[in-house]
């Protein structure tokens, strides 16, 4: 939209508004005190939601957009950006967040998937988008629709950080594959990746995917956050793993703490002394196929 | 460990300072401290990412870019960089801070109380353009450049208003986005998103002397 000489809503603005978050960490809270518990310990941002992602396993049922009252009610609490998930495929779940001026969209695996085939066409909208991704073609196509901030899928809700790395690896690692590629051979790739052929040869040129890479699903731990970003992440989400850890004000700001220093083991061990119990765990084996979110996404 | 070698390095270069590239940092934090870096490289100055009071030995200017400036904030005041910026800063150091950079520069804000440096008499609208879906960009007229340089505004603050030795030098309506003290300079907006590298420029010549 171009109003008085101001253009909003380009993709500049949406995926500069990602680029302001790196090195940081978003946390998922589902009202306002744990808003301003994440705000206090440090997070960039704070995705509001109706139930953490451990709790919509628990309960199970169609997970759905939160009520707008109780995401008002945290974006009254606090001053940092707050971000909300809308289904996959759910427009209009969208289009009431944008209405609402939430600062990022989440199309989400973790909510219940309204469309089996088709994303939201994301470049559409002023309100910029995060979308998660298992591998670089997935990235790449959620890219090609309008996203403008990319996030490893992981399995939410979990505390086991596994397909957090499996996922980060799987989209590092195509970077650097691509870059070794010869110029005939990247339409062929984009043809397997089964990604734009204009983004396949741009990540190629410049080594990195072109909007910021932060990483989902598992992590419980200081050391998690520091792990994911060694292995390539621009920052950090953590759903479940604060709220539902023994000390949550300690454990979110020991994770902000080991984001910032993640390259600094002393400092790492520093911020995960005495921080009580984590969440607990699941094993990727003991999930059925059903409750494996990752998968949901196309 | 590579974090502490490459220290190590720095350290031993700041010993010998007439020698090579001038050295500016950038507040590497949280935030787009990347995209300051790569410009700074190409502009052919040594870009050094300050994370401790120590790295701020020996540069000739920093910048304190863009993020979240409650984080920033709070990360400064645990590692003593709050301190130690304004230290560096009232000997003479010249900084130059964007967007969450402009936020912690200013001697007040309008909304709840966070840590700032203090380094302009300025008042600071935090977010006073509103939510992101309000971020916009525009063509600036600004003070001392021929040609409109092109702002990007992400939550953008502004200073409502500014004490004396503070020169204003861009505006949106009556807002004050850009603004010039003796060796501090800011920007509500992101020349680092943008291939102008103008800004990057003008503050090494007309702030560092460079």
């Keep these: 939209?171009?109003?008085?000489?101001?253009?909003?809503?380009?993709?500049?603005?949406?995926?500069?508004?990602?680029?302001?978050?790196?090195?940081?960490?978003?946390?998922?809270?589902?009202?306002?005190?744990?808003?301003?518990?994440?705000?206090?310990?440090?997070?960039?941002?704070?995705?509001?939601?109706?139930?953490?992602?451990?709790?919509?396993?628990?309960?199970?049922?169609?997970?759905?957009?939160?009520?707008?009252?109780?995401?008002?009610?945290?974006?009254?609490?606090?001053?940092?950006?707050?971000?909300?998930?809308?289904?996959?495929?759910?427009?209009?779940?969208?289009?009431?967040?944008?209405?609402?001026?939430?600062?990022?969209?989440?199309?989400?695996e973790v909510l219940t998937p309204a469309d089996e085939a088709h994303h939201i066409d994301k470049a559409v909208f002023e309100v910029p988008?995060?979308?998660?991704?298992?591998?670089?073609?997935?990235?790449?196509?959620?890219?090609?629709?309008?996203?403008?901030?990319?996030?490893?899928?992981?399995?939410?809700?979990?505390?086991?950080?596994?397909?957090?790395?499996?996922?980060?690896?799987?989209?590092?690692?195509?970077?650097?594959?691509?870059?070794?590629?010869?110029?005939?051979?990247?339409?062929?790739?984009?043809?397997?990746?089964?990604?734009?052929?204009?983004?396949?040869?741009?990540?190629?040129?410049?080594?990195?995917?072109?909007?910021?890479?932060?990483?989902?699903?598992?992590?419980?731990?200081?050391?998690?956050?520091?792990?994911?970003?060694?292995?390539g992440a621009d920052g950090v989400f953590v759903g479940s793993g604060i709220f539902k850890s023994g000390d949550p004000v300690s454990r979110a700001v020991a994770i902000v703490k080991a984001t910032t220093n993640f390259k600094d083991p002393k400092a790492v061990a520093e911020a995960s002394r005495g921080l009580g119990e984590a969440m607990v765990g699941r094993e990727m084996g003991d999930l059925s196929e059903g409750e494996k979110l990752a998968a949901r996404g196309w | 460990m590579a974090g502490n070698g490459e220290r190590r390095v720095t350290a031993r270069r700041s010993d010998r300072e007439d020698e090579g590239p001038k050295r500016v940092g950038v507040l590497a934090l949280q935030g787009d401290v990347r995209e300051h870096v790569e410009i700074l490289r190409r502009l052919g100055v040594e870009p050094v990412e300050v994370r401790d009071v120590e790295d701020l030995e020996g540069l000739a200017g920093l910048i304190v870019p863009g993020g979240e400036s409650t984080t920033i904030g709070k990360i400064m005041v645990e590692s003593g960089l709050l301190d130690g910026i304004r230290s560096f800063f009232y000997k003479g150091g010249p900084v130059w801070g964007t967007c969450a950079g402009m936020v912690l520069a200013a001697s007040a804000t309008t909304g709840q109380r966070q840590p700032l440096l203090g380094l302009m008499n300025a008042l600071v609208d935090r977010n006073g353009f509103g939510r992101q879906v309000y971020s916009f960009e525009k063509d600036l007229e600004i003070e001392g450049f021929e040609k409109p340089f092109t702002g990007i505004f992400i939550r953008a603050p502004f200073f409502e208003d500014v004490g004396p030795g503070v020169e204003v030098i861009g505006k949106v309506g009556d807002r004050i986005v850009a603004a010039k003290g003796e060796n501090i300079l800011v920007t509500a907006f992101h020349p680092e998103l943008t291939d102008d590298h103008r800004f990057h420029e003008y503050f090494l010549r007309e702030v560092c002397g460079l």
């Design chain 1, 1 to 108: 939209m171009v109003d008085n000489g101001q253009s909003t809503g380009t993709f500049r603005v949406k995926s500069g508004m990602a680029q302001m978050l790196k090195g940081g960490v978003i946390m998922d809270v589902v009202d306002a005190e744990q808003a301003k518990i994440a705000e206090e310990a440090g997070a960039v941002a704070v995705m509001a939601l109706e139930r953490v992602p451990a709790d919509i396993r628990a309960q199970g049922g169609v997970a759905r957009m939160s009520d707008p009252e109780m995401i008002q009610g945290i974006q009254e609490a606090v001053s940092i950006p707050v971000m909300a998930k809308a289904r996959i495929g759910h427009f209009v779940e969208a289009q009431v967040l944008e209405a609402l001026e939430v600062d990022y969209i989440d199309e989400s």
């Design chain 1, 129 to 231: 988008f995060v979308c998660g991704a298992t591998n670089l073609g997935e990235a790449l196509r959620r890219i090609g629709e309008g996203a403008a901030m990319i996030r490893s899928k992981g399995e939410a809700g979990t505390g086991n950080v596994v397909e957090a790395v499996r996922h980060m690896r799987a989209i590092v690692g195509g970077i650097r594959r691509l870059g070794v590629l010869d110029h005939e051979e990247l339409m062929t790739e984009a043809k397997n990746l089964q990604a734009p052929y204009e983004l396949v040869r741009w990540v190629a040129e410049n080594g990195r995917l072109p909007v910021v890479l932060f990483t989902a699903g598992g992590i419980a731990t200081p050391a998690d956050a520091a792990l994911m970003m060694q292995l």
